[in-house]
């Protein structure tokens, strides 16, 4: 019997250190993790790998978010992948222009957490049929370890 893959989460963010963060973060619960520099690298992954949800930041360099976000609708190859768009943009006109372009939420990167993030990653990997059943049982220890490491820091 062949091994089942684990869910695919394509982060496509031009700041190394918030992708590498979300990467380890998502590869302890078991996700396959895709990473794109930019745009352009992650239109090209979102192609070619197919990932169950996409982590989409908007102000990169070359194709921004709403380009990517834009192209990827418009291809019937992609256009059913959720698209998270991950941003330090807090204006309501970004966040309509994303849910208008076709993009599933909007993740304010300075009004969130990384549990946070991973809950809405978690909850589109459930609503997307392509998830594993074999995860749910690592997200809760993820889960549990986060919220301890927010205690213990709140406590300081």
């Not at 291809?75 to 943009?89: G, H, Q, R, V, W």
């Not at 204006?91 to 957490?113: F, H, M, P, R």
């Amino acid at each position: 019997m062949e091994k089942e893959k684990g869910t695919k989460v394509l982060i496509i963010d031009d700041d190394v250190t918030l992708r590498e963060m979300y990467a380890e973060r998502m590869k302890i619960e078991g996700y396959e993790i895709l990473i794109a520099k930019n745009g352009e690298d992650g239109i090209v992954k979102a192609k070619e790998f197919k990932p169950n949800v996409i982590l989409l930041d908007i102000m990169m360099p070359g194709t921004n978010g709403f380009g990517v976000l834009e192209t990827l609708q418009k291809n019937p190859d992609t256009e059913k992948i959720p698209i998270l768009m991950l941003s330090a943009l807090i204006q309501e006109e970004n966040k309509k222009k994303s849910k208008k372009a076709g993009a599933i939420g909007y993740i304010v990167k300075s009004e969130t957490t990384p549990a946070t993030v991973l809950e809405k990653v978690k909850k589109q990997s459930l609503n997307n049929t392509t998830y594993t059943k074999n995860w749910r049982p690592r997200f809760s220890v993820l889960e549990n370890k986060l919220k301890l490491e927010l205690r213990c820091v709140s406590r300081k």
